[in-house]
């Protein structure tokens, strides 16, 4: 009898401290000690890029009050589109712990393209961008062969890649090296004036935290189901209107100025195309397998050449992309372009961003905060007067620290996977 009558009490006994173990960390502190434990385990999120994004606008300001006036903004707006692009295809490439330098010549080349077909021969703008859009798409092609069946690292075949590239723009280009786009088109009059109407903006700035709250509502209704933790209405809601509220200002300010580039709308709405192919599907779950341990990816049945098919054609398309965008917004193709710090900008903006230099740890969003910090350190830097050298440097000082900062944060990731 006694037997009998206490077996039933041991699992009720275990579901009831299971029950509060799961409102415990329901609670908001139970969230912010799990969150505090990520940062403890080296997963530092974008804890980094936005406190150095506070850093430079304090000290930038104090050096020169104009640096955040709404106009001063918006052209820092425009700027970021044309890099950030090519950033993205980076972001990629990294993800399978891999590199492409050469996507500063395949952006010069992409803007010789379109100088060439649409001013010097009459082709429709269209038809140009097409074209270009196809020499980046083989371009992209050609690296990933070399990689994956002739095993050529990327470094090596990029590098290559990067002088061949720079003398096919040279000799496109020809003698007189610079063409002139029209200024009336609508290909420059998008890259250098064309703003968003305020109200549509504002729309826009809505968007983001009504997808949050649908998200997290849809994820809280999964887990309550499963008998899951989850996050709690309150804190949900709370991020969704502060998210909200901090877009619907800046938004606000923007339009005391020219307003919310055409161009830098494009750009965020192929950074959430992106993020979401990453996050969300199969395509994009295999990106970050191959990238965490290629040999574990191909014997759980992924097709690993394919991925890094596809990795290396968007990010040398979308490198092009970037080359069409910057002749736009200059009014012209030119020798010049995709030179000088193309190159450093965009690999750096991934890096700082947050995406990982060994593989498996990135979004699409690195690309979006990292060229954020570098063009808010060009441009600080440009109003305070000063050469391109100190540029350069300090530029590369910030990479060198966001590496560091990667290097220290995988490091605590493996010493608590071990423990």
């Known amino acids: ?42 997963d530092l999120g974008m804890i980094p890029v ?5 850093i430079i606008s304090i000290v930038f300001t104090v050096l020169n009050p104009i640096y955040l006036a709404p106009n001063n903004l918006v052209n820092m707006l425009f700027d970021c589109a ?38 010097n021969q009459g082709w429709p703008v269209i038809g140009a961008i097409a074209v270009a859009l196809a020499v980046g798409a083989a371009v992209g092609l050609i690296y990933a062969q070399l990689y994956s069946r002739l095993g050529m690292p990327s470094f090596v ?46 729309l826009f ?23 899951l933790s989850c996050e709690p209405l309150s804190s949900l809601w709370a991020r969704s209107i ?3 509220a901090v877009f619907e200002f800046m938004v606000f300010y923007l339009n005391m100025g020219r307003g919310v580039p055409w161009v830098f709308g494009l750009f965020i709405l192929v950074v959430v195309m992106l993020n ?10 295999s990106m970050f397998a191959v990238g965490g341990n290629r040999e574990a ?15 290396f054609m968007i990010c040398s398309v979308l490198a092009t992309t970037g080359g069409i965008l910057a002749a736009s917004r200059l009014a012209s193709a030119s020798q010049q372009a995709g030179t000088g710090d193309v190159n450093l900008n965009a690999i750096a903006a991934a890096v700082i961003g947050g995406t990982s230099l060994f593989g498996g740890r990135g979004s699409a969003y690195s690309a979006l905060l990292g060229i954020i910090v570098i063009q808010c350190i060009s441009n600080g830097l440009t109003l305070l007067n000063l050469p391109s050298s100190l540029r350069y440097m300090i530029t590369g000082g910030v990479l060198a620290i966001a590496v560091i900062v990667d290097s220290m944060a995988r490091r605590s990731r493996v010493s608590h996977g071990r423990a």
């Not at 009558?5 to 799990?34: C, F």
């Not at 936005?50 to 506070?54: A, D, E, F, S």
């Not at 029209?182 to 420059?188: A, G, H, I, K, N």
């Not at 935290?209 to 509502?217: A, D, H, R, Y």
Request: proline content about 4%; overall charge positive.
């Open 1 to 42: 009898m006694t037997t009998t009558t206490n077996k039933p009490l041991m699992p009720e006994t275990r579901l009831d401290r299971s029950d509060e173990r799961v409102s415990h960390q329901d609670s908001i502190s139970g969230l912010l000690r799990a969150y505090i434990t990520r940062i403890k385990t080296g």
């Open 276 to 285: 979401y192919a990453l996050k969300r599907t199969k395509w994009g779950r």
């Open 50 to 54: 936005v406190l150095g994004l506070i």
């Open 242 to 244: 502060f998210l909200t």
């Open 157 to 202: 075949a990029t590098l290559a890649g990067l002088l061949a590239l720079l003398g096919m723009q040279l000799y496109i280009l020809g003698p007189s090296g610079s063409i002139n786009l029209p200024y009336v088109s609508p290909l420059v009059r998008f890259g250098q004036v064309l703003v968003m109407p305020g109200w549509l903006a504002h």
């Open 82 to 119: 044309t890099v950030g692009f090519i950033s993205l295809g980076i972001v990629c490439v990294l993800l399978l712990g891999e590199i492409d330098l050469s996507v500063g010549s395949m952006s010069g080349l992409a803007s010789a393209i379109i100088g060439v077909l649409w001013v």
């Open 205 to 227: 700035a809505l968007l983001p935290g009504v997808l949050m709250l649908v998200q997290g509502l849809r994820t809280r209704t999964r887990r309550t189901q499963a008998n």
């Open 297 to 311: 990816a191909r014997r759980s049945g992924i097709n690993v050449r394919r991925i890094y098919i596809s990795a």
